[in-house]
């Protein structure tokens, strides 16, 4: 035997074991063939989604990887984001939908377009010649820069590309699941042709710059190459993965240290789903470690009652809490779609309910809310400011981070529902369902109305008698009268709300068994911000339609910022308030008469003329503006805070007003959305809020809209002492000469910008630049705004 292969062979035992103690986890969950969906949204919401995936053009969804490849193009691409520079993105999350449809409606036509996509990146790869495969704009030249320890790395850049690393790993995700859920086999090949290519380039890395390359937005990188280890047999991909895990997380999470605080939110959750993958196949405590707390952090620090979380696509500090009534950036869906993965990894290491009951809070309130029932548009963000609306994709012209992860979210509805160790089973959520477990001769046929009703019904089938335990899920959320029966009899099964009831027998063909799960009206608190509460019935979120008045770009085109919902934003001392303490809230809510899931409120809601507003499940809540949280006060507090809350609300909505085009320097997302520059430019926190500065200089793309008379407003810190310059299209506005002019508060200042500015901006873009004097710094900047005038 050569030295070559006995390598291999050591390396195939290492991963043989890895994996063996990856197959002896606590439970796993069935194939999404094993689960069959029964009539309910759910379904409805799949069947609809498949539709919405066969309406996409393959070709154009494949011009950018035929670009790179330097192979003609079938078709033209697609506009938006796929324009923009992150090209090819959206294509691997299809991959991933297309397997997963595939697989669980048994769909066809989904796995005929599921192999032409692979056959043609198959095809791409064989031009690249080196094992790459990807839509990344200009790569040869990126790859080769990074090769050479040529490395710009800033959050939502590497090399001025849009973070090419995230990009990729939806490439790489793709075909993994187009070979794990689908079983194409020609998807494995090109998965690890393209792990090589990855493991060749990393290898000319040191760790401190490749380190330094994760500072940019990578998606979940180090989970993919420990997926390589395992459909290769080379153990070399775990370390691998480790390498890709970024350590600026990983170390203080693993130390049970929160530093999440003003960090992009979904920059880090698939860094997290990684360090469990990588735990599941080494057995490294730290790393699992830094995922369970990370989870737990989450969901009980940073979530909202929907199970999302984020403002703007980042972590707030407590005092930013307040964010998610005032803005309309509130969580956003692919947060949640990630949460979810890392849950069901961290639920396959350690089956516990809080889990699961995560899991239902996030699929019925976020998830199923975030597809359109009718036209199957996915939604981006969720404002929870009372009384405003979500925009919605249209196919073929928005193509969001969460248009890719929508095409996945609802097509795997089925995946979570049961769960199973080597003998015995879990029924986790409550949705109609037809559990196959050929291995073991069992099917179990699960019918409810839930949430409309609080009991579901199972019924077993069996080839032949077989002793296991049934754990049946006892919601965190069931007050009194939880109870099991098997064929009418109630069962001993002790449990406590937020853990499983067990059931040890001998189970029999045609046995039945029934949980009953009463449903109840509770309230939850924003996070940090107790006065603030939602109503829930049961895991379900209550929220109040408010009106269809000037729902501007309810259904969003291709353009950059399309995503959020734009339209005016209602008074929020004008929303209603509720009365009373949570229990005596609680105890007012009445059950309409006639209408399912449908509730009021009268006697707490103030202005007592609105206590006809209803409360519906939020996942039924569309095209409407509406209310999730509510202002819960006393009457005396009513009368007294009212009027400072209408002044303040006044000032507020006059600024917004006012505003035409906006920028807050030092969160990622809105600085890409302007095409952020920079030279010798970094970004921190003060006071809770964002800023950037530069040694250099740092510019944005701001649009003037048509409008022929402005104002740049920007936000210092009182305290600074700095000199620069603001530039507007290279021209100079002013000479800044900050000389802590009020110490220890933020001010604004206005600076007109002459007409001539505006006549002669291309196409109205105004590109702001602030630039450093010599010796000095530009900045902090902690806001950017373009203003019309003051109608005063």
């Not at 070559?4 to 796993?28: G, K, M, P």
């Not at 199972?458 to 032949?464: A, D, G, K, N, T």
């Not at 006549?759 to 105004?766: F, I, N, T």
Request: charged share 20%; glycine share 8%; hydrophobic share 35%.
């Amino acid at each position: 035997m050569g030295l070559r292969t006995l390598r291999y062979y050591l390396s195939a035992l290492a991963v043989i074991f890895a994996l063996a103690n990856e197959q002896a986890s606590a439970a796993e969950f069935f194939e999404l063939a094993d689960v069959k969906l029964l009539d309910s949204p759910f379904r409805q919401a799949m069947q609809l989604n498949r539709d919405q995936l066969l309406s996409y053009d393959a070709d154009r969804l494949l011009a950018p990887f035929l670009t790179e490849a330097g192979l003609p193009a079938k078709a033209e691409r697609y506009g938006s984001w796929e324009n923009e520079g992150l090209g090819g993105q959206t294509a691997g999350h299809y991959l991933s939908a297309l397997a997963i449809t595939a697989t669980a409606l048994g769909d066809q036509q989904c796995r005929e377009r599921l192999q032409y996509m692979v056959s043609e990146l198959a095809r791409c790869q064989q031009a690249n010649g080196n094992g790459y495969v990807g839509g990344v704009e200009n790569s040869k030249q990126l790859w080769d820069e990074l090769g050479e320890g040529k490395i710009d790395a800033s959050g939502f850049s590497l090399n001025g590309r849009w973070v090419p690393w995230y990009n990729l790993h939806k490439t790489f995700q793709g075909l993994r699941d187009a070979w794990q859920i689908a079983g194409n086999e020609q998807a494995r090949e090109v998965f690890i042709g393209l792990s090589q290519w990855c493991a060749n380039l990393a290898s000319k890395l040191s760790d401190q710059q490749l380190q330094h390359m994760l500072v940019a937005e990578h998606g979940g990188m180090n989970e993919v190459l420990a997926d390589a280890a395992v459909i290769t047999g080379d153990d070399s991909y775990l370390d691998l993965a480790k390498r890709f895990s970024h350590r600026q997380i990983l170390d203080p999470l693993a130390k049970r240290e929160d530093r999440l605080n003003g960090l992009h939110a979904n920059t880090q959750v698939p860094k997290v789903v990684g360090f469990e993958q990588i735990a599941a196949l080494t057995g490294d405590e730290s790393y699992h470690t830094a995922a369970e707390f990370f989870w737990q952090t989450v969901t009980s620090n940073r979530s909202v009652a929907l199970g999302g979380n984020s403002i703007a696509e980042h972590f707030p500090t407590p005092n930013q809490s307040i964010g998610w009534i005032e803005r309309r950036q509130g969580p956003e869906t692919c947060n949640t779609y990630n949460m979810l993965r890392l849950t069901k990894k961290l639920f396959e290491a350690d089956p516990q309910a809080a889990y699961t009951d995560f899991a239902e809070r996030a699929i019925y309130n976020h998830i199923l809310s975030s597809q359109h029932p009718q036209h199957g548009g996915y939604v981006y963000f969720t404002p929870l400011r009372p009384r405003h609306y979500r925009t919605y994709s249209q196919a073929g012209q928005a193509f969001w981070c969460c248009v890719g992860t929508g095409m996945e979210n609802h097509g795997k509805y089925g995946e979570l529902i049961y769960a199973h160790d080597a003998d015995d089973l879990y029924v986790n959520l409550f949705i109609p369902s037809e559990l196959t477990w050929k291995d073991r001769g069992l099917t179990v046929r699960q019918t409810t109305e839930f949430p409309a009703a609080g009991t579901s019904q199972l019924s077993i089938r069996l080839e032949e008698p077989r002793q296991f335990t049934l754990f049946v899920r006892h919601p965190k959320w069931v007050g009194e009268g939880f109870e099991v029966k098997v064929n009418g009899q109630p069962v001993e099964a002790p449990s406590t709300p937020g853990s499983y009831a067990s059931i040890d027998r001998q189970w029999h063909d045609g046995d039945t068994m029934e949980v009953a799960i009463p449903l109840r009206i509770h309230t939850e608190s924003l996070p940090y911000l107790e006065e603030y509460v939602a109503l829930l019935h049961g895991p379900i979120v209550l929220a109040a339609p408010t009106g269809t008045d000037d729902l501007d770009g309810l259904l969003a085109d291709s353009a950059r910022m399309a995503h959020i919902a734009q339209g005016p934003l209602k008074p929020i001392d004008e929303t209603s308030v509720l009365i009373g303490d949570k229990q005596e809230l609680c105890e007012t809510v009445e059950s309409s008469q006639g209408a399912d899931e449908t509730f009021t409120l009268p006697a707490a809601l103030r202005p007592a003329e609105l206590s006809d507003i209803e409360l519906v499940p939020f996942y039924r809540v569309h095209d409407t503006r509406y209310t999730v949280y509510w202002h819960l006060m006393s009457a005396d507090q009513y009368k007294a805070e009212a009027e400072q809350l209408r002044l303040e609300e006044q000032a507020r909505l006059a600024l917004d007003r006012r505003t035409v085009d906006r920028v807050v320097p030092g969160e990622q997302q809105p600085e890409s959305d302007h095409n952020i520059q920079s030279s010798n430019s970094s970004t921190g926190s003060w006071r809770d809020r964002s800023f950037r500065h530069a040694d250099g200089w740092f510019s944005y793309d701001m649009q003037a809209s048509g409008q022929r008379h402005l104002e740049l407003q920007v936000t210092y810190f009182g305290s600074d002492r700095r000199r620069f310059d603001i530039l507007v299209n290279g021209e100079v506005l002013q000479s800044v000469d900050l000389q802590a002019p009020r110490p220890d508060e933020f001010i604004d200042v206005q600076y007109p910008i002459p007409a001539a500015m505006l006549e002669a901006a291309p196409e109205g873009k105004l590109v702001i630049k602030f630039a450093a004097k010599p010796g000095s710094m530009a900045g902090g900047i902690y806001d950017v705004r373009l203003l019309k005038p003051d109608a005063k």
